[in-house]
């Protein structure tokens, strides 16, 4: 009969955990034990290395012309993620997304169902503003769909949102029109990990077709529902 010594033992109870790479916790208490989930530092560390990759960006025309980075607003903890175009004339000297007056449209929009703009996570596809507010160009779009990949990765968030048809094309691709495809639930997948998503309008282009708000508030009910049916805490 082999009889093995306690200290033998705890070293090949270490090994095995240690082929698993799990991090274990010794507690007494019989919850927590494992840690799979980022933590919030390790978070932000990641987003301030996007943030920097995307600062250090050559040769674009949208870096050139603005004055400064865009780069998000809100609870980077958040299961909630909004994706918009781009920023703005009032987003490029405040250095937030969405804080003209389709920042303060989306505002209301998301009071109607009860979230509080700081509990939630927003950004753009684009994170530098468009020469007089012009739309992003297709390779413009393309080569920061790269970065906002990246970023909705890093986020993990539970519910995507895509306002605007700019927003749907770096994720979707361009040959899909945003009347179609709005309001419906669909699945995006990046680096295996799928998202929850839903398209909509951009509050800028609302304030273009106020008729089309009706459309809009279908799209903000359905999330309000998936919210409620997840069980999110915002």
Known sequence: MIVKDKNQNDIMDQKLLNSFEIDYNFKNKPINRFNNKPTIENINERLNALKTKINNITNCNLKNNAKQLVFSDGNSNSPIMIVGEGPGQKEDEIGKPFVGDAGQLLNKMLSAININRENIYITNVVNFRPPNNRKPEPNEINRYSEF????????EPKILILMGSTAMEA????????????????????????????????????????????YSWADLKEIKKKIDALKLKI
């Open 171 to 214: 994720l979707f691709g361009s040959k899909i029109k945003i009347s179609k495809e709005r309001g419906a639930w669909k699945e995006l997948i990046i680096n295996n990990k799928t998202y929850l998503t839903m398209i909509t309008f951009h509050p800028a282009y609302l304030l273009r077709q106020a008729d089309q708000k009706k």
């Open 148 to 155: 906002l990949r990246e970023h909705i990765s890093i986020i």
